[in-house]
T-cell receptor
Framework: DTEVTQTPKHLVMGMTNKKSLKCEQH?????MYWYKQKAKKPPELMFV???????INESVPSRFSPECPNSSLLNLHLHALQPEDSALYLC?????????????FGNGTRLTVT | SQQGEEDPQALSIQEGENATMNCSYK?????LQWYRQNSGRGLVHLIL?????REKHSGRLRVTLDTSKKSSSLLITASRAADTASYFC????????????????FGKGTHLIIQP
């Protein structure tokens, strides 16, 4: 079990659907992240929130829309996705700040776009 | 973009043997971290080594860092079947990119199989 909770675990959606992925942590971490991971590939950074503000957007298409309602929650809103967006979406959190700190990952949402 | 390159991409050894994985990176870093991922699950942090450190130990894990060669290695001693997983190095630009929460850049990973 991890201290970062992601829901749902699995999601199947059509290309015209709108859905949201949710992530929650209660470790008091001030930085939260979305990563995308394709099969047999490393995780790729999508977004970073630091103190509830979007600090990094790695040129992600606008069909992915992140939201950080408060310091414990992170959402990823999905709209008009393509089949190639099928992947494992991982949320992580860290203490953030200078000096660096480990990332704590959730177990991910397995997304299939049909 | 890829920062780290792990070597080898796959490694199969007998239980009880030592496993060594290497990682090379390209840009300056604040720290380098190693993670383990079991199939289809989230990543688990193993060890963090800062740019001013050369070696770090944690249980059966030993990590080295050579910033002049931009490389790191992870040694797992006395391997167990439960160590079967993918191992990733990840670089943190930290201070060099302005500090704060920058996110990690992961290497391609080494898939380790421990034969019982």
């Amino acid at each position: 079990d991890t201290e970062v909770t992601q829901t749902p675990k699995h999601l199947v959606m059509g290309m015209t659907n709108k859905k949201s992925l949710k992530c929650e942590q209660h470790m008091g971490h001030r930085a939260m992240y979305w990563y995308k991971q394709k099969a047999k590939k490393p995780p790729e950074l999508m977004f970073v929130y630091s103190y509830e503000k979007l600090s990094i957007n790695e040129s992600v298409p606008s069909r992915f829309s992140p939201e950080c309602p408060n310091s414990s929650l992170l959402n990823l809103h999905l709209h008009a996705l393509q089949p190639e967006d099928s992947a494992l979406y991982l949320c992580a959190s860290s203490q953030g700040g200078y000096g660096g700190s480990p990332l704590h990952f959730g177990n991910g949402t397995r997304l299939t776009v049909t | 973009s890829q920062q780290g390159e792990e070597d080898p991409q796959a490694l199969s050894i007998q239980e009880g043997e030592n496993a060594t994985m290497n990682c090379s990176y390209k840009t300056s870093i604040n720290n380098l971290q190693w993670y383990r991922q079991n199939s289809g699950r989230g990543l688990v942090h193993l060890i963090l080594i800062r740019s001013n450190e050369r070696e770090k130990h944690s249980g059966r894990l030993r990590v080295t860092l050579d910033t002049s060669k931009k490389s790191s290695s992870l040694l797992i001693t006395a391997s167990r079947a439960a160590d079967t997983a993918s191992y990733f190095c990840a670089t943190d630009p930290g201070f060099y990119s302005g500090g704060g929460a920058d996110g990690l850049t992961f290497g391609k990973g080494t898939h380790l199989i421990i034969q019982p």
